[in-house]
Every structure is written in C-alpha cells, then in structure tokens.
C-alpha cells in the first residue's frame, strides 16, 4: 500500500507544480489569506474530506479518519506571502504588486494538498486519524499557529510534524535536528526623543541621531561582551531612520532589530542590557524614549524520538538520498507552538534550484519544484512510521 501511495504522490507531480504556481501567482499577506483559504477548502470539499474553516483565522483544518486502530498524527504546512516584488521572470510570477511567494509557502500548501489526494482512496487501510494542519500567518508574529492551537487544532492530536521547503539544501537532502532546530524570534523598536533645531545651532539641540548612531554600536556589543561565549544568540538592527533635511538637527530617530536565542535565560539577559543601554544612551543628552520589545516565536525544539523517526526513516523513500543532522538554524518559526503542545518534529527538505541560488525572503527566490512530492512523501512517511513506532500498521 505505501509504495502505492508514493507512487501515486509521484504520479501527481504535474498537478501539485500547477497548484504551486498558482499560489505563487496570487499570494496574500499574513492574517489577509481570504482567498487562499477558499481555494484549499474547495479542495478538500471536491474530495469528500471532511473539512473546517475559520480555525485560528483563515485556518483550514482537514480531517482524513483511517479504517484501522491509531494514533492520529497532525501535518502542517503554512500558506501566507511576503511583502516583496516579485522579480522573477517566469511564467507564474506573482500577479500581486509587492507581494510574493518568497518562502515557499506555495510549496508547503501544494505538497500537504498532495499527502491528502494520495491517502484518500486507502483511507480504509490507513491506521489511525491523519490531521491536515492549513495555516494563516506564519511569517509576522503573532503568527497563525497559536490561534489555530487556541481553536483546537491539536484537540485529540498525538503528533505533529511539519517541513519546510529548503533553498540552502540540494533536492534528496532532508535536514533536521534532535533538539533544539530553529531559534526564539522577538523583535524591538525603540524611538529617541530628543529635541531638533538648525543645523548650526546644535547646543541648543537633543541630537536623536547621534544618540541613536551610539545606541547602534553599543547593541552589537551585547552578544559579544554581555552573554557567556558558549551562548548563541543574535542581535540584529534592521532599520534607523531619522531626519527630513541635511541642515536640520533630527528630533527623533527610530530603531528597529530583531532578536534571536534558545534559551529563555538569555533571551532575559538581553532584555534587561538593551533596557540599560537606550536608557543610558539618552540619559547624558536630557532625552525622552520609548523601548518596545515584543517576544515573538520560542525556539522550535523538536522532540528526541520523533527527530530521530525522521533520521532514520526517510532513507527509506525514493527520491531521498540522505538524511542529515544540523546545527540549529537561527530563523524563526511559529510550529514551535504546535511542539509546546504534541510530541513530533520539523524537517528541512532540499530544495535548491541549480543556477538559481537566492535565500529565502529575496525577491528573486525560487525553489527547485522536484522537491514538491519529496516533500510530500516525506510526510506521508512521518506519519507512517509515526503509527509503526506505536504499533500500528
């Protein structure tokens, strides 16, 4: 039956590259998925799988109910875009000005739609319950993936596994770690307050810039002179904007970062020192701030026994030529709830395009689409031997 099932996920390989590109054509913004969310519920309504919406948001939670004993395993992909222009020129390039598929959501969507079409005619024979996890707004905190959790999409769930489309990692790789597999995502703004004035004139001002400019240096020195060599943790300032005129003192001067680590210790460490430092960095010159910071994603830390189901077991499926154990990778994922809550996993599938290696979040990425019944034969085997460890068949 399983062989049969992957033949069939391979078969499909043509309708599952025609569901991406469409996807890829007409992306939405997190929390914005109207439309994607009705085009994956008309999916499952033409199948005759039963289906929920509205879980969480746009949320679409599939149910696919086997005809034998079980556990029921949860598989999750996400579906929301990117603000980016889209500057491929392909034939299924995004028709929405400044939004894209820059992630490989599109990819995530079409491979979990594949898992479903290809289990439903053997439902009979399948152990156990399959849940399919559609989720809104994984890419802007606070995310999809606890609402959807908040709604119950894990209720009578045993566990939960998830992959993403790789473009660091060549097509047959599979990557992935026991433990901790992708980093705390939290993000801070900050806003000097001081006091403009004529660019002549600068003692009768509050210079925000030079405030911010010293503010800038002293939070790269927070991972390098503030935490123990041994942690791993990033501070990153992504914006500072501030200023109208080059013969103007600035008022005001805007900060913004991102913040990455494992531990909860340090993500409180650095908490407290970037405190210390905007308050220290105002105090010499009488100015005013305001420091946001806004904890986002915690760190994704798979499950022992289910990481090591997915090292050791996905050989086993053709196409796969290897499978490697990493070292954590520091961007963000919102699954990491769904890990909270149910034992399971979260694996890289490699999906590097050959001549065309841009990162994701570029506004030229793309993924090499062999990688979509990989991705979706690897989560039919998560789920497969998920059942097997417990004793199902």
Request: hydrophobic share 35%; with cysteine; charged share 20%.
């Amino acid at each position: 039956m399983w062989n049969e099932i992957f033949e069939k996920i391979e078969s499909s390989y043509q309708e599952m590259v025609d569901t991406r590109r469409y996807l890829h054509q007409h992306p939405e913004l997190s929390f914005q998925e109207k439309h994607t969310s009705q085009f994956i519920a008309q999916q499952y309504e033409e199948w005759g799988i039963p289906y929920e919406t509205n879980i969480g948001g746009y949320g679409v939670v599939a149910t696919l109910n086997g005809g034998k004993d079980g556990k029921t395993v949860a598989l999750r992909a996400d579906f929301d875009a990117l603000p980016i222009q889209d500057e491929k020129d392909v034939p299924y390039k995004s028709t929405v000005p400044g939004v894209m598929h820059a992630c490989g959501h599109d990819g995530h969507t079409a491979s979990l739609l594949g898992v479903a079409k290809a289990l439903l005619p053997y439902q009979e024979d399948l152990p156990g319950t399959v849940v399919f996890l559609h989720q809104p707004a994984e890419e802007y905190a606070p995310g999809g993936a606890k609402p959807m959790i908040d709604d119950g999409a894990l209720k009578g769930v045993d566990a939960v596994f998830g992959t993403h489309l790789w473009a660091d990692a060549p097509v047959g790789v599979i990557q992935t770690t026991k433990g901790p597999f992708m980093a705390g995502a939290d993000r801070f703004e900050i806003t000097i307050k001081g006091k403009g004035g004529h660019g002549a004139l600068p003692h009768q001002t509050k210079d925000a810039i030079v405030i911010g400019s010293q503010l800038v240096t002293q939070l790269q020195q927070i991972v390098s002179r503030r935490l123990d060599p041994l942690s791993t943790a990033v501070v990153t300032v992504g914006t500072f904007e501030a200023g109208q005129a080059f013969n103007v003192i600035a008022d005001q001067a805007r900060i913004s970062g991102t913040v990455r680590m494992f531990d909860e210790d340090v993500q409180t460490k650095i908490i407290k020192t970037i405190e210390n430092m905007v308050k220290s960095a105002c105090l010499p010159y009488e100015a005013d701030y305001e420091l946001n910071y806004l904890k986002g994603y915690p760190p994704v830390m798979n499950h022992r026994k289910e990481a090591e189901l997915i090292l050791d077991g996905f050989t086993e499926v053709s196409g796969i030529e290897r499978t490697e154990e990493i070292l954590p990778v520091m961007g963000g994922e919102d699954f990491a709830y769904y890990l909270q809550h149910k034992p399971g996993a979260f694996y890289f599938t490699g999906a590097q395009k050959e001549g065309h290696v841009y990162p994701h979040h570029h506004p030229m990425f793309d993924f090499d689409e062999r990688a979509l019944p990989l991705s979706a034969k690897t989560l039919v085997q998560a789920y497969r031997l998920y059942q097997q460890e417990n004793g199902y068949t």
